[in-house]
């Protein structure tokens, strides 16, 4: 199984100001994405990463408000912009498994509090 | 994606087995059934999945029926450690879009 690290685990922000979340993964990944999970609610998928080319986005996310790079096969960071307490959330980093293709697996997740 | 059907709580002795039920009565042929789980405040892991034949791991195992509508998660033999939220979902093989209903929240008492 992947070993994926995210940091930071814990922010706390103030309004207006950005936060960038890094993801690091033991194991070269084709694809990694970026989901996000508010208090008491379900997973949300806010974008998939690729190495070489721009992260997809799914409806409702944009890449001002959310960039992402992907510099390496290990590697990739999504950056929250110019915060609201809206995007008060955890932040979660998944890659598919390196071994068997079927499982996915998630970092510790950012939780992210905006004042 | 099918929708899941899960019970909202379930409460279970330490050291005896834990059987989670799902139904999934509208899954198509193509889909997987995975199941998931979550500690407070941390991400989700990974627990076992499976197409149509039962499978077994370290951790769980995982029955499905003869007709795919519903499964079982079998933790053979809970332990505190294994309080969590378990989530139940259907998905396409190549499809990432993760969407977690609202899971059985499973309490291990001593």
């Known amino acids: 199984s992947a070993v994926i690290s995210q940091k930071p685990s814990r922010d706390i922000c103030q309004r207006g100001t950005s936060l960038t979340i890094q993801c690091q993964v033991d194991?070269?990944?084709?694809?990694m994405f970026w989901y996000r999970q508010q208090p008491g609610q379900s997973l949300t998928l806010i974008a998939t990463a690729n190495q070489g080319s721009e992260a997809t986005y799914e409806s409702g996310f944009v890449i001002d408000k959310f960039p992402i790079s992907r510099p390496n096969l290990t590697f990739s960071t999504l950056t929250v912009s110019n915060m609201s307490p809206e995007d008060s959330s955890i932040y979660l980093c998944?890659?598919?498994?390196?071994?068997?293709?079927?499982?996915?697996?998630f970092g510790s997740g950012t939780q992210l509090s905006v004042l | 994606d099918a929708k899941t059907t899960q019970p909202t709580s379930m409460d279970c002795a330490e050291g005896r087995a834990a059987n989670l039920p799902c139904n999934h009565s509208?899954?198509?042929?193509?889909?997987?059934v995975y199941w998931y789980r979550q500690i407070h405040s941390q991400g989700p892991q990974y627990i076992i999945h499976?197409?149509?034949n039962n499978e077994t791991n370290e951790m769980a195992s995982l029955i499905i029926t003869e007709d795919r509508k519903s499964s079982t998660l079998i933790l053979p033999h809970a332990t505190l450690r294994d309080t969590a939220v378990y989530y139940c979902i259907v998905i396409l093989f190549n499809d990432y879009k993760l969407s977690f209903g609202a899971g059985t929240t499973v309490t291990v008492r001593a």
């Open positions: 194991s070269q990944v084709t694809m």
């Open positions: 499976g197409l149509k």
């Open positions: 998944s890659v598919e498994g390196t071994e068997e293709n079927e499982k996915l697996f």
């Open positions: 509208t899954i198509s042929g193509n889909e997987y």
